[in-house]
């Protein structure tokens, strides 16, 4: 029996007996393993704890949302935005309103694009913090994600404030918003915001300096920033790596040109450098919900365009034009001319690209969605072979992926 | 063979200089500089692109479908480049029969899961593609969902 137990197989028989090499194995991660963060599916070879090839499977969420597009008016495409990223669903509303916006040669006023910038930093705290949580909690610090989901729950509160639902709000319009923002908005959002940062104290307070998370992280899953532009990486991964590029600041849109903020980049392109990256644009997120609150313009919150803008019940019911436009949006919706355009903005996870072709009917005749997610997990072979199993959870958890994003 | 207004954009005349036969048309629409290529030019064109003028960044391939106008098909690449903050559309337009392309990914290697997502949900095939295969949809699915010929109501027989 002990010769048994000490004794070695013998290699040949081993190759015989499975037809593999001795020391391959296959593991099969996920599509429904609880740090794959959804359902992405990686094949792993392994030698012993060594990954020597990795192969990503995705579209399990693969509902067809470009198709859908095409069946529905203009306006309605707006709720399919919610449901792409379902951690940033006011970022996919923002580009794809903007992008239609494009098409129509629409003016947005100051405060419904304040609005929009306002929510649109908070819905990237809701992001970041879903991440923190998260990507703590599969390296082993279970409490930072109760402390994230507190503070997330006060901004999904917010958004329930503001449109009636806590994820998918579909508060943006196409020409402005859904709704007048409502009384005491302010104060709630004031408390919140002034608060916020003691709050980013707290969870760095608990990681940054933290020798497990550290050990954990430093080192780990690094990437070159040739590799990620060449392999379509974007967002704060890509800052990580030492590139100093925004959207809101490159390419501003919806007048994030008028508030005060910073790009932070590292240049270790690892997992913490990510982690710092993150932690600090939460803090920038925050300054910025801070301007946007004290500068904010007054006027109206939607577009002077009424055949784009549904008119106020007052006006619908004692004017007739405004009953007539109100009638053939509901109805109809509205046409928007002929051309393709092209919207890139920055989500929490990196590019969010809309490709909305119109013919000049109320339907969209496609309309792309290029997901950050989807660029962003191509990259994760590269960044996982040659490491251990252990690090890939760390790795792809620093990736920040969403993949209702990616299979759209 | 560049429209008059095109003449003094930078990228739209470097491109005709670089290679007068590739570029068959070219139009800017809402600041949005749109250029078609010959398809069997795409690969030295986007080469180009990619290391002379700097488009470092392929932001995303798709396709879009004329249907029932010939040629029916047009792939789509958006370009970026982060020195000038310039975006670039490069259009090209393939037969319905047997729509083909050659593969960019030996230019931007990111092109791989692009064109693997072009070809699952237009059928458009990439010719030295690294890893030809379908990847939203399952391996057995018939028909390639985004054509606009595709039945999108009653039941799949």
Request: a negative charge.
């Amino acid at each position: 029996m002990s010769d048994l137990l000490t004794t070695p197989i013998p290699e040949s028989d081993a190759v015989e007996a499975t037809g593999a090499k001795p020391r391959s194995l296959t593991l099969n991660m996920g599509p429904q393993h609880p740090s794959t963060h959804g359902v992405l599916r990686l094949q792993l070879e392994l030698d012993g704890e060594t990954i020597v090839k990795c192969q990503p499977d995705i579209g399990y969420l693969h509902t067809g949302i470009e198709k859908e597009f095409e069946v529905k008016t203009y306006q309605q495409g707006v709720t399919l935005t919610d449901r792409i990223d379902y951690l940033a669903p006011l970022s996919n509303n923002l580009c794809y309103c903007l992008a239609v916006e494009k098409l129509l040669g629409l003016e947005i006023p100051p405060l419904a694009q304040w609005t929009r910038v306002m929510l649109t930093e908070l819905t990237r705290l809701n992001s970041h913090l879903v991440w923190l949580g998260t990507h703590a909690i599969d390296i082993g610090a279970m409490s930072v994600f109760l402390y994230c989901f507190r503070e997330r729950e006060d901004i999904l509160r917010i958004f329930e404030m503001y449109s009636g639902q806590r994820m998918m709000t579909s508060y943006f319009r196409i020409g402005g918003l859904a709704l007048e923002p409502p009384r005491g908005w302010q104060e709630r959002v004031r408390t919140f915001i002034e608060a916020f940062p003691g709050k980013v104290d707290e969870y760095e307070e608990l990681l940054t300096n933290n020798r497990i998370w550290m050990g954990r992280t430093r080192g780990v899953g690094i990437m070159s920033m040739e590799d990620m532009l060449d392999l379509g990486v974007t967002g704060p991964m890509l800052r990580a790596a030492g590139l100093k590029y925004d959207a809101r600041k490159n390419e501003p849109y919806s007048s994030y040109d008028k508030f005060d903020f910073e790009i932070p980049t590292r240049t270790e392109g690892d997992v913490y450098a990510r982690y710092l990256v993150r932690i600090e644009e939460m803090r920038q997120s925050a300054r910025i919900v801070k301007q946007a609150l004290e500068g904010m313009p007054g006027g109206r919150w939607t577009a002077d365009a009424p055949h784009v803008v549904l008119p106020d019940r007052e006006k619908m019911k004692t004017q007739m034009e405004a009953l007539i436009y109100h009638f053939k949006i509901v109805t109809e919706g509205f046409r928007v001319p002929a051309g393709e355009v092209y919207q890139a903005i920055e989500s929490p996870r990196g590019e969010v690209g809309y490709y909305v072709i119109g013919d000049g009917t109320t339907h969209p005749y496609r309309v792309h969605v290029r997901g950050p997610s989807f660029g962003n997990l191509q990259a994760v072979p590269r960044m996982v072979v040659g490491t251990l199993i252990a690090d890939v959870i760390a790795s792809i958890g620093s990736m920040d992926f969403v993949l209702g994003d990616c299979d759209r | 063979m560049l429209p008059e207004n095109l003449k003094e954009h930078t990228t739209a005349a470097a491109v005709e200089a670089f290679d007068p036969s590739a570029l068959l048309a070219g139009k800017l629409d809402r600041g949005e500089l749109t250029i078609e290529i010959a398809p069997e030019k795409i690969v030295s064109v986007c080469g180009f692109l990619k290391y002379d003028l700097k488009f470092v960044r392929l932001s995303t391939v798709t396709g879009v479908d004329w249907y029932p106008a010939e040629p029916r098909f047009e792939v789509v690449y958006h370009l970026h480049s982060l020195d000038r903050n310039e975006r670039l559309r490069v259009k090209c337009r393939l037969p319905g029969g047997n729509p083909e392309i050659d593969s960019v990914t030996e230019v931007w290697r990111g092109a791989n899961w692009f064109e693997r997502e072009t070809f699952d949900l237009f059928g458009v095939r990439f010719r030295n593609h690294p890893d030809p295969r379908r990847i939203m949809l399952p391996d057995d699915w018939e028909g390639h969902p985004l054509r606009k010929d595709y039945c999108i109501t009653g039941d799949r027989v």
